[in-house]
């Protein structure tokens, strides 16, 4: 008897064919779903087009604090005489800063300093004084038209024997002290001119300015305005702004 042989097609086959086109479907419908995923994270993460820039402001703004050492030196031979005369003058120059608008809490009357010439005589003329005393009135005021006017007058206190150095270290200082008053509006201008500054960026590129991605507020700064005009005073500022560009 001649065996029969059978030619079907085995299960095994047909489990691999079926697992093969399984396969191939699930990778097309994957990469059509991530490619539309891909095209949304595409539009979220797409880098943003930035453009940075600085703004400038600046304001002139009064000073509104002097402070003046107001020193004088004072001669004698006896140490006693000296301490009175010291007194004298002191007196002398409380009574001239009260007439030109300071009081008390004005002023702060600082120690002398005592220099005994005897000790630095190394021959040649002699001094005239054995002691020469140097007297500071420390002179701290708001009232910086006082205290201007006080210090423009001093030739005054030459017709009672005072005579106020008008040294270095004895020329008033000014000083502003409300800074904090201005800041905010001085930062809101100071961004305005950085975003006028974008903007001309952005209208050649042919793009619009959107919102701040970022903003960094520089140092604040405060000079004189002039030489001889130091009453006045100059802030400035300067900021740094990243602005976004949409189309």
């Known amino acids: ?23 191939v479907a699930s990778a097309y419908i994957l990469a059509g779903g991530f490619g539309k995923i891909a095209n949304n994270f595409g539009a979220i993460a797409k880098p943003d087009r930035v453009v940075s820039v600085r703004g400038l402001a600046e304001r002139e703004v009064d000073a509104n604090l002097a402070v003046w050492p107001m020193t004088f030196s ?13 007194v004298d003058k002191i007196a002398i120059s409380k009574a001239y800063l009260v007439k030109h608008g300071l009081n008390e809490a004005d002023y702060t009357v600082q120690a002398p300093s005592i220099n005994d010439t005897a000790l630095n005589y190394y021959g040649g003329e ?17 009232n910086v038209a006082a205290v201007m006017a006080a210090q423009s007058n001093v030739l005054d206190l030459m017709g009672q024997d005072i005579a106020v150095l008008q040294d270095y270290d004895s020329q008033i200082r000014y000083e502003y002290t409300s800074l904090n008053s201005i800041k905010p509006e001085m930062i809101g201008e100071a961004t305005k001119n950085a975003r006028a500054a974008a903007e001309q960026f952005a209208n050649d590129s ?7 991605r970022t903003a960094t507020q ?11 005009l130091e009453q006045k005073k100059n802030v400035r500022v300067v900021t740094t702004v990243e602005f976004i560009l949409t189309d």
């Open 218 to 228: 520089g140092w604040f700064s405060i000079n004189d305005a002039t030489v001889g």
């Open 126 to 142: 002699k001094p005239k004084f054995a002691y020469i005393a140097r007297q500071t009135i420390l002179v701290r005021s708001s």
């Open 74 to 86: 004072i001669g004698g031979n006896n140490l006693q005489d000296l301490q009175k005369d010291i």
């Open 1 to 23: 008897m001649c065996e029969k042989k059978s030619f079907g097609i085995g299960k095994s086959f047909v489990l691999g064919l079926l697992l093969g086109v399984a396969l």
């Open 206 to 212: 042919g793009s619009k300015v959107g919102k701040i």
